[in-house]
């Protein structure tokens, strides 16, 4: 079976390669955009199972790309997660109502990035693996 | 230099004494003053409520306001008004506390000269002008560091989210083996972060105290849960300093009215202050019992058995940003915010905090917090509302899973949006939104809103009933729903009682029907 696709949106190089790392380490493909813009592109041309989506980003902030999104039929029915620096109820609020399946506050613990990735997808376990050799890739 | 005329309020019952202060206006430039002169307290604040004044001359003994009360009584009509209080040659010392309620100043009648009464006045108007100019540096000073606090508090949240991820991949031997001592030194940078991040959080609670954005959302809830929370939480903390931390909570306790979720984090940072400041072998107990002063609170005490704190601090300590002097007490503990957010916390929910000590013995942080009353719930619905001759009408709503169980975290998500959802159905004026009166078991939440309202019962189930088959909150997760009314027969108001021992009339028969409700529910369970 094939790697479940995840989009990363996320302005931050070094955060966007930990994730990267992090994910690729449990089975996951892994996508970048880095501001809204790009994001909506990206998101067509890979059809991700997921976005992880961060609120600060440049020319337009994650709700402009929820909004975005939810305005084409065949991105709209993908589950997005935002992991964002941004904190507090009100934007909590936001996003849910937004559709987000679920906020996280910035920095997330792994476990629970991958429970709620997990979740997210309908996934079980799987085994993560050491991926040394793909750091160079980015 | 101002050109219009000063508009003086003189407030002075007695006409001989209002004569000689209006004499010694005559020697000033005509038209440079404008004297109003009123003989009770109650035209005075009709008169100030108008506005126009620049300054108030206020007698402190009147036939409707003596004293201090007439200071407040007058500041709190205009608060941006200046004051001048008058007194007698034996009131100085009133004259004193009439300053701290915010008097610009105080004349002694008999001893005012007749050039300086002018200037006097001129200098209370320049002193009050300098003091809101003051006040609004500051406020827009504390604003800008809000703003700023929070900002960057934002932006220290990438950096450190970029550490914790790169630590913990090579922790997990994401990036090759790593051998013993390695891992032990990624644990401290590991541990560091956490305090960093904790910072972080401070600071930005901090700043949404400040900004007033707190959140806070009473609900009837149990003081032993919390504290049971919050050992079971810091006992692993507790155990490796080797401190016992325990609980007492003897007796029956009722519930208590505060936001579950702040009860906890309250706890959470009083016990973590006390095992920072208790020596191995020491103690940390966590004690709640009715407050002997006020048995409509309950008081939790925290004491431990630490170094204690000198009684200069004993109110310092909840100050923001206060850290202990002692450096080989303090080592690194933070930012010193802790306590201030218990403090903000604490009161918001119409509590207390303070603490007592004696020095080398260790320590004891009370706070105390309000015991849930469902006839002071209720009381306001009875204000000014002709209750006697309606009925009383109670809705529940009950919202259960397919499953037959609702996970702890759908419970919470569920009861908030519901409370919403009941609450757009009622007439705010009428009704009150009960909270979970619970004892229908484990399976199901159980909300009721009282409706003082003869029509009501009927009309605010079908609203609910129409508001819930539409909500897709219900759909997503997969829940069921059920709504029912039933009126309690009428309650009868004695001639001469008084509303509060009928309204504790009117909750006890609510709180018997629900409870016998439920329990026929049990029953049929």
């Known amino acids: ?112 990035l991958l429970a709620v990735i997990r979740q997210a997808l309908g996934e079980t376990v799987k085994r993560e693996r050491p991926l040394v050799h793909d750091l160079g890739t980015l | 230099m101002r050109n219009r005329a000063l508009k003086v309020l003189l407030v002075e019952d007695n006409a001989g004494d209002a004569r000689l202060l209006r004499e010694m206006f005559i020697t000033e430039r005509p038209g440079s003053i404008e004297l109003t002169h009123l003989m009770r307290m109650s035209d005075a604040l009709a008169h100030l409520a108008k506005g126009g004044v620049d300054i108030v001359l206020l007698d402190m003994g009147l036939p409707d306001g003596h004293g201090l009360d007439t200071v407040r009584r007058a500041r709190a009509v205009a608060p941006d008004v200046p004051l001048i209080v008058l007194t007698g040659l034996d009131d100085e010392a009133l004259a004193a506390e009439a300053m701290k309620e915010g008097a610009q100043d105080y004349l002694i009648k008999g001893q005012i000269e007749n050039r300086a009464l002018p200037r006097a006045l001129r200098h209370a108007i320049e002193r009050h002008r300098m003091q809101a100019e003051t006040d609004h540096i500051r406020m827009s000073q504390l604003q800008f560091k809000d703003e700023f606090l929070s900002h960057v508090s934002h ?62 959302r009473l609900e009837r809830t149990s003081i032993v849960d919390a504290i049971t929370y919050t050992v079971d939480t810091l006992q692993g903390a507790a155990r490796d300093k080797g401190i016992t931390l325990t609980a007492e909570t003897g007796g029956a306790l009722p519930d208590i009215w505060v936001d579950a979720t702040r009860i906890r984090q309250i706890l959470i940072i009083l016990v973590d202050n006390a095992l920072k400041f208790t020596p191995t072998n020491g103690t940390v107990k966590v004690q709640a019992r009715r407050w002997e002063q006020d048995p409509s609170f309950l008081v939790i005490e925290v004491a431990d058995s630490g170094c204690g704190i000198s009684a200069d601090k004993t109110e310092l300590i909840f100050e923001r940003l206060f850290q202990v002097a002692d450096p080989a007490l303090a080592a690194r503990k933070g930012l010193g915010l802790g306590l201030y957010i218990c403090k903000e916390l604490v009161s918001r929910q119409g509590g207390k905090i303070w603490a007592s000590s004696v020095p080398g013995e260790g320590a004891t942080f009370s706070i105390t917090l309000p015991v849930f009353s469902l006839s002071r719930l209720m009381a306001p619905a009875f204000v000014g509302h002709k209750y006697s001759e309606s009925q009383i009408t109670l809705v529940s709503t009950e919202v259960g899973s397919r499953m037959g169980w609702l996970s702890e975290k759908v419970r919470a998500d569920c009861s908030n949006w519901m409370r919403d959802v009941l609450q757009r159905c009622l007439n705010s004026k009428l009704d009150v939104l009960l909270p979970d009166m619970g004892s229908s078991g484990a399976t199901e939440l159980f909300v009721v809103a009282a409706v003082t309202d003869e029509i009501g019962g009927e009309a605010i189930t079908k609203r609910i009933r129409e508001k819930l088959h539409g909500s897709h909150e219900i759909v997503q997760a997969d829940l069921t729903f059920s709504t029912c009314y039933w009126t309690l027969p009428p309650v009868q108001r004695n001639a001469d009682e008084s509303m509060e021992s009928f309204v504790e009339k009117v909750a006890a028969k609510i709180q018997e029907s629900i409870d016998e409700r439920s329990s026929s529910r049990m029953v049929k369970i």
Request: proline share 3%; hydrophobic share 50%.
């Open chain 1, 1 to 112: 079976m094939s790697n479940k696709k995840i989009l990363i949106v996320e302005d931050d190089a070094d955060v966007r390669l930990g994730l990267h790392v992090r994910l690729k380490a449990n089975h996951y493909d892994v996508f970048f955009a880095v501001d809204a813009l790009s994001s909506l592109a990206e998101a067509r041309k890979h059809e991700p199972d997921l976005i992880l989506l961060d609120l600060g980003l440049p020319a337009g902030d994650g709700f402009v790309v929820m909004d975005r999104l939810k305005a084409v039929p065949a991105l709209a029915i993908i589950p997005i997660i935002v992991v964002s620096g941004r904190s507090g109820a009100a934007n909590r609020d936001r996003a849910l109502k937004a559709g987000a399946k679920a906020f996280l506050e910035k920095p997330v613990d792994n476990a629970e």
């Open chain 2, 155 to 216: 932006e220290l949240r990438s950096p450190l989210t970029a550490i914790y991820q790169f630590v913990t991949i090579i922790q997990d031997g994401l990036a090759g083996e790593v051998n013993q001592e390695q891992q032990q030194h990624l644990e401290v940078v590991l541990r560091n972060v956490k305090q960093l991040q904790a910072m972080i959080n401070d600071l930005l609670e901090v700043a949404s105290v400040q900004a007033s954005k707190l959140l806070i």
